[in-house]
């Protein structure tokens, strides 16, 4: 975007020649020059005056750079040389743009990659900050809802007669002799957990209505049998 409201400012030139062919790689740069001296002319002085014993700064066509002691090794211009870019809003955007580009790296590759043309002061505990707001990022790492255990119901915690009231469940098939197969019926008493089995030949109805019959039989008759068959 700032690329085209610099091209605007220079076709609305008198006697300026007129640019409409497509962005050339010269008015790229001049934008991202023009954004960089925005973002440092907002600097506070009295905040760069505090890096000013242990940072060496030099100005590079109007764009403050930082002398580090990489200069004679073969890294790149960019490298060796990077632009301070100060806490600001747009440099919240170029953070963001960067993250996404790393397909959503995390706080330590963005850094490394933004430190291959850029110096951010304090730049961990900023780039750290600004990611927290990636809405992807938090999706994928929100902590896990504990809710609150919700109350036993009543026919959990009743005093009453074993079996009173009692849960059923089918387990199997079991594989038998001769290629049969068996099913076992599960009774449990939902308050204190106590179990019965029954042993049946298939899954009809007959089959469960005589297990339940024996189940009766032994243990008596309840009030209140769950089962989901």
Same mark, same amino acid.
């Given at each position: 975007? &700032?690329?085209? /409201?610099?091209?605007?400012? +220079? +076709?609305?030139?008198?006697?300026?020649?007129?640019?409409? +062919?497509?962005?050339?790689?010269?008015?790229?740069?001049?934008?991202?020059?023009?954004?960089?001296?925005?973002?440092?002319?907002?600097?506070?002085?009295?905040?760069?005056?505090?890096?000013?014993?242990?940072?060496?700064?030099?100005?590079?066509?109007?764009?403050?750079?930082?002398?580090?002691?990489?200069?004679?090794?073969?890294?790149?211009?960019?490298?060796?040389?990077?632009? /301070?870019?100060?806490?600001?809003?747009?440099?919240?955007?170029?953070?963001?743009?960067?993250?996404?580009?790393?397909?959503?790296?995390?706080?330590?590759? &963005?850094?490394?990659?933004?430190?291959?043309?850029? *110096?951010?002061?304090?730049?961990?505990?900023?780039?750290?900050? =600004?990611?927290?707001?990636? =809405?992807?990022?938090?999706?994928? &790492?929100?902590?896990?809802?504990?809710?609150?255990?919700?109350?036993?119901?009543?026919?959990? =915690?009743?005093?009453?007669?074993?079996?009173?009231? &009692?849960?059923?469940?089918?387990?199997?098939?079991?594989?038998?002799?001769?290629?049969?197969?068996? *099913?076992? /019926?599960?009774?449990?008493?939902?308050?204190?957990?106590?179990?019965?089995?029954?042993? /049946?030949?298939?899954?009809?109805?007959?089959?469960?209505?005589?297990?339940?019959?024996?189940? *009766?039989?032994?243990?008596?008759?309840?009030?209140?049998?769950?089962?989901? +068959?």
């Amino acid at each position: 975007m &700032t690329d085209y /409201v610099l091209r605007f400012c +220079n +076709n609305i030139k008198r006697n300026s020649p007129k640019l409409v +062919n497509s962005l050339s790689c010269e008015e790229v740069q001049k934008a991202e020059e023009t954004l960089m001296k925005i973002m440092q002319s907002e600097w506070p002085s009295e905040i760069r005056e505090k890096y000013k014993d242990t940072i060496q700064f030099f100005e590079e066509n109007g764009i403050l750079k930082v002398q580090t002691r990489l200069i004679l090794s073969q890294d790149p211009e960019d490298f060796t040389h990077p632009t /301070v870019l100060p806490d600001h809003p747009l440099l919240e955007r170029l953070v963001l743009h960067t993250h996404r580009s790393l397909m959503h790296a995390g706080v330590l590759t &963005t850094l490394a990659q933004l430190r291959e043309k850029f *110096w951010i002061p304090k730049g961990r505990r900023v780039v750290k900050a =600004i990611l927290r707001q990636c =809405i992807k990022c938090k999706r994928l &790492t929100a902590g896990k809802v504990n809710p609150d255990p919700a109350p036993l119901p009543p026919d959990r =915690i009743h005093r009453v007669a074993a079996f009173q009231i &009692t849960g059923a469940d089918l387990a199997g098939p079991l594989s038998l002799r001769g290629g049969s197969k068996a *099913w076992i /019926v599960l009774f449990t008493c939902a308050v204190y957990r106590a179990v019965h089995l029954e042993l /049946v030949s298939s899954r009809s109805t007959e089959s469960f209505m005589q297990a339940l019959r024996r189940f *009766w039989a032994r243990r008596g008759r309840g009030s209140t049998l769950y089962t989901d +068959n």
